[in-house]
């Protein structure tokens, strides 16, 4: 990821500077006496920000959030597909609550297109808007705008997950990933199926080896199959992102996409299986992992009946605790399977991790915009990014000055992997959110769970594929 420049704190503005919108619906009346009635925004947010709003409010309150604008917090589903459908049913039906909603980036370019989001610089200080611009990631903001560049979402955190992995069963096996610096250069997924397998081995005690999310949702088709076929050097559209949408290359049915599931087919099934891939160790994941989302394939580890998994920072901090592993976690990059200049295509190849997200947006039949405004602008201030972004939930501020500063390694439990979480974000690969990637996504997930699942071959699933794809392509 890289973004335009890293200047100094972004001082909190006003929503009564440029860009104003002038409505007057923060509420409130002035008195005699100074003071305003209150106003309670509510915010359906991210489960884990919710479960700290105290944190979070006591941070917006120092970086100037004003003491009669209250929060009123609704928990979300933590699947991102049921997030999703229910905010659509909201905006669909014209409610004015939730005033501010959490948006998953891969499916916030959809909203920002059917006109239910808030055009942002109508609300926040040209000067704020001018920083957002700036400081944040530029990944972040690719799905935070519209197609003429205007801040429709305001970018909370960006995904950059990471392997963890059990240190300690690792250098049991004989393994040194000190020594070999696996924090912050990754291994090949041949020789992390062969330290899983040789990990099994030595404990019979384990029931599975390396769990991730495959099951028929999202998280895989933005995510694990995503950062698959990158490692592997492939790509859903080629060299091509975000469009235009109509012109770009279909190129899942090429050699590395089918050689990354023929990967994980051999991981699922083990060389049993007649699409297996030669030269990697199998089985080395449950047969349930077809059935995992992120808190599903993350409990078996945490219960210490898995060597690895994929996830998350949030889930990382939690692992890592002194609850739970500890310093005997260990944190890597996405292995991968070809190096970048292998790829076929530019920037795939390498520890490449999916780049998900959440964003922050308004919406625009809230009655109470000025004063939900405020919010943003609060948590755009660094000692909320950096306390409670990045301290309280674990995830990774959108802001690469706040990630780079001495406070983030100063963090307890997710400060020790910032050098791994530095080297993902270096290699992120984001999803082809387009306005059709919802219709897409549900495509992919459900071919790729198929043929994971055995009930396609790799060639049938993904020539398959290729021709939805095609047709939602053509029919915008």
Request: with cysteine; hydrophobic share 35%; charged share 25%.
């Given at each position: 990821?890289?973004?335009?420049?890293?200047?100094?704190?972004?001082?909190?503005?006003?929503?009564?500077?440029?860009?104003?919108?002038?409505?007057?619906?923060?509420?409130?009346?002035?008195?005699?006496?100074?003071?305003?009635?209150?106003?309670?925004?509510?915010?359906?947010?991210?489960?884990?920000?919710?479960?700290?709003?105290?944190?979070?409010?006591?941070?917006?309150?120092?970086?100037?959030?004003?003491?009669?604008?209250?929060?009123?917090?609704?928990?979300?589903?933590?699947?991102?597909?049921?997030?999703?459908?229910?905010?659509?049913?909201?905006?669909?039906?014209?409610?004015?609550?939730?005033?501010?909603?959490?948006?998953?980036?891969g499916w916030t370019v959809p909203f920002i297109v059917r006109g239910q989001t808030e055009n942002l610089e109508d609300h926040l200080s040209s000067d704020l808007v001018d920083s957002i611009h700036d400081e944040y990631f530029d990944n972040a903001l690719l799905t935070a705008v519209d197609d003429d560049g205007?801040?429709?979402?305001?970018?909370?955190?960006?995904?950059?997950?990471?392997?963890?992995?059990?240190?300690?069963?690792?250098?049991?096996?004989?393994?040194?990933?000190?020594?070999?610096?696996?924090?912050?250069?990754?291994?090949?997924?041949?020789?992390?199926?062969?330290?899983?397998?040789?990990?099994?081995?030595?404990?019979?005690?384990?029931?599975?080896?390396?769990?991730?999310?495959?099951?028929?949702?999202?998280?895989?088709?933005?995510?694990?199959?995503?950062?698959?076929?990158?490692?592997?050097?492939?790509?859903?559209?080629?060299?091509?992102?975000?469009?235009?949408?109509?012109?770009?290359?279909?190129?899942?049915?090429?050699?590395?996409?089918?050689?990354?599931?023929?990967?994980?087919?051999?991981?699922?099934?083990?060389?049993?299986?007649?699409?297996?891939?030669?030269?990697?160790?199998?089985?080395?994941?449950?047969?349930s992992v077809v059935q995992m989302t992120e808190q599903t394939s993350l409990d078996p580890f945490l219960s210490g009946n898995a060597v690895a998994n994929r996830n998350w920072p949030s889930f990382i901090q939690e692992a890592a605790s002194d609850e739970n592993f500890g310093e005997d976690l260990g944190v890597m990059p996405i292995p991968y399977a070809v190096t970048s200049e292998e790829a076929t295509y530019e920037g795939r190849g390498g520890p490449v991790g999916a780049l998900g997200g959440w964003h922050l947006a308004m919406n625009p039949y809230?009655?109470?915009?000025?004063?939900?405004?405020?919010?943003?602008?609060?948590?755009?201030?660094?000692?909320?990014?950096?306390?409670?972004?990045?301290?309280?939930?674990?995830?990774?501020?959108?802001?690469?000055?706040?990630?780079?500063?001495?406070?983030?390694?100063?963090?307890?439990?997710?400060?020790?992997?910032?050098?791994?979480?530095?080297?993902?974000?270096?290699?992120?690969?984001?999803?082809?959110?387009?306005?059709?990637?919802?219709?897409?996504?549900?495509?992919?997930?459900?071919?790729?769970?198929?043929?994971?699942?055995?009930?396609?071959?790799?060639?049938?699933?993904?020539?398959?594929?290729?021709?939805?794809?095609?047709?939602?392509?053509?029919?915008?």
């Open positions: 990821m890289e973004t335009a420049g890293a200047t100094g704190v972004v001082a909190l503005a006003g929503c009564s500077g440029d860009g104003d919108s002038g409505d007057g619906d923060t509420g409130g009346t002035t008195d005699n006496g100074g003071s305003q009635d209150t106003v309670t925004v509510q915010w359906a947010a991210d489960p884990r920000l919710a479960e700290q709003i105290d944190v979070f409010t006591e941070e917006m309150r120092e970086a100037g959030l004003p003491d009669h604008i209250e929060l009123d917090i609704i928990a979300g589903s933590n699947v991102t597909d049921d997030r999703q459908d229910q905010y659509t049913q909201w905006l669909n039906s014209e409610r004015s609550e939730p005033d501010l909603l959490n948006l998953d980036s205007v801040l429709n979402a305001l970018p909370m955190w960006v995904g950059l997950p990471a392997m963890m992995y059990r240190k300690d069963l690792v250098e049991d096996a004989g393994y040194d990933p000190e020594g070999e610096n696996w924090a912050t250069e990754s291994i090949t997924w041949q020789e992390f199926s062969q330290v899983i397998s040789d990990v099994l081995d030595e404990n019979d005690d384990l029931d599975m080896g390396y769990t991730f999310q495959a099951n028929d949702y999202e998280g895989l088709s933005c995510c694990n199959f995503n950062e698959f076929i990158s490692s592997w050097g492939g790509a859903y559209f080629g060299g091509d992102l975000l469009g235009p949408i109509g012109e770009r290359d279909i190129t899942v049915n090429e050699q590395p996409v089918l050689d990354s599931i023929r990967m994980i087919r051999t991981f699922i099934h083990g060389q049993d299986d007649e699409h297996s891939l030669d030269g990697y160790e199998g089985p080395i994941s449950p047969e809230s009655e109470k915009k000025e004063a939900a405004a405020e919010v943003m602008a609060a948590m755009t201030a660094d000692n909320v990014l950096l306390n409670g972004i990045f301290d309280a939930v674990g995830q990774i501020p959108p802001k690469a000055q706040v990630l780079a500063s001495d406070g983030a390694q100063d963090i307890p439990v997710i400060g020790r992997y910032v050098d791994t979480l530095r080297v993902v974000g270096e290699n992120a690969i984001p999803r082809p959110a387009t306005a059709v990637w919802p219709q897409q996504s549900s495509e992919i997930s459900g071919e790729v769970n198929s043929t994971y699942n055995q009930q396609k071959s790799p060639e049938e699933a993904m020539s398959d594929l290729e021709e939805s794809l095609d047709s939602i392509e053509q029919s915008v």
